[in-house]
């Protein structure tokens, strides 16, 4: 019996432990529609109402089912954590088009161009670069025209 019952307290708390991590860290939106409440719960007031799947967002608090973040234009707010993705996005930032780029050089062919607010997943960022990919192309881009792109 004591068996059982020590199996079903695993079983229960195993989710809920996957779900912590050290903060800040970063997450994106993977729902089609994300409310940013005031509050930790359903019953606080909603500030905003994400619909970019892939949105980067900065992890800075948790408190249960609840995260608390801050998005690209520096709001922040209180989203439920099941409706975020561990895969790590970035926007591009900054004025005019960004490069992206074959190789992670300013020296390096530009395979296309990207707007600023255009999202993507990104993969690893070093040395001032990050392999992004947008839509299923693939490519580097300068880490500064990239917000979701900083070691925190």
């Known amino acids: 019996m004591r068996f059982i019952l020590l199996a079903a307290l695993v079983l229960i708390a195993a989710p809920v432990v996957g779900q912590e991590r050290e903060v800040p860290y970063w997450a994106s939106v993977k729902a089609e529609t994300l409310n940013l409440r005031a509050g930790p719960g359903r019953d606080y007031p909603v500030r905003w109402i994400y619909h970019r799947i892939g949105l980067p967002l900065k992890v800075i608090r ?59 997943e990104i993969e690893d960022c070093e040395a001032g670069w990050c392999e992004i990919d947008i839509g299923g192309r693939r490519g580097f881009i300068r880490a500064d025209r990239l917000w979701g792109s900083a070691e925190l």
Do not use: C, F, Y
């Open 62 to 120: 948790v408190h249960e089912g609840w995260r608390l973040v801050q998005d690209p234009a520096g709001d922040e707010g209180w989203v439920t954590a099941n409706l975020l993705s561990k895969e790590r996005g970035g926007i591009v930032i900054g004025k005019g088009l960004a490069a992206i780029r074959a190789k992670p050089s300013d020296g390096a062919q530009t395979r296309w161009n990207a707007e600023p607010g255009v999202v993507g």
